[in-house]
């Protein structure tokens, strides 16, 4: 726990240093934005399966972004899950931060040497199975960003509802992202 919060100080005093440094008095939120997830990051390197998990913004315009979020989750050296999520932010007051509401879905790959999938109707409803499955899913979210001039943060949380070998169920799904702005 002391290096993630180590880690976490870390981030924040990079990010505030880097914008005591900024030349020009007017940000552009306009830019490519690309986020990391450091707190899921660190939680899956303390739990020896790391979740590689990037968000990245790109604008149309102040009010609508396009999101892209590639990940990648390593679990016993070997590839558990690949995917990426495609979605619309838009900004309800424009500017390209602040409150935002976001839709999006997701399609990943899953590899694992065996999962055993339950019901509680019995004992015979239930499924083991070696290999891969599809997994995709469909969330809403609402959330907030802050863009400084060389970096950003947002924060978000959401609902949807995915599915992964014909079951399906109700998500929750809670992001911190430190950004880059180029």
């Excluded at 590689?52 to 790109?58: A, C, F, G, P």
């Excluded at 019901?119 to 802050?146: C, P, Q, R, T, V």
């Excluded at 970096?151 to 609902?159: I, K, W």
Aim: hydrophobic fraction near 45%; proline fraction near 3%; aromatic fraction near 16%.
């Amino acid at each position: 726990m002391k290096i993630l919060s180590k880690a976490t100080a870390l981030i924040f005093l990079a990010l505030f240093a880097a914008n005591a440094q900024e030349q020009a008095p007017e940000k552009d939120n306009m830019k490519t934005t690309i986020y990391l997830h450091p707190v899921t990051l660190l939680f899956g390197v303390a739990a020896k399966a790391p979740l590689i998990y990037l968000t990245v913004e790109q604008p149309f315009s102040p009010y609508n972004a396009l999101i892209v979020r590639p990940n990648a989750w390593i679990a016993d050296g070997s590839i558990y899950r690949i995917g990426s999520d495609l979605g619309f932010r838009h900004y309800l007051a424009g500017g390209g931060e602040g409150m935002h509401l976001q839709l999006q879905g997701g399609v990943f790959y899953l590899a694992e040497d065996e999962y055993k999938i339950e019901f509680n109707w019995g004992d015979d409803d239930e499924k083991k199975d070696k290999g891969s499955s599809l997994w995709w899913d469909i969330m809403g979210y609402f959330g907030y960003s802050h863009k400084f001039a060389y970096a950003s943060l947002y924060s978000d949380t959401g609902v949807g509802f995915g599915c992964m070998a014909n079951i399906c169920s109700l998500l929750f799904d809670l992001n911190f992202g430190v950004g880059f702005s180029f």
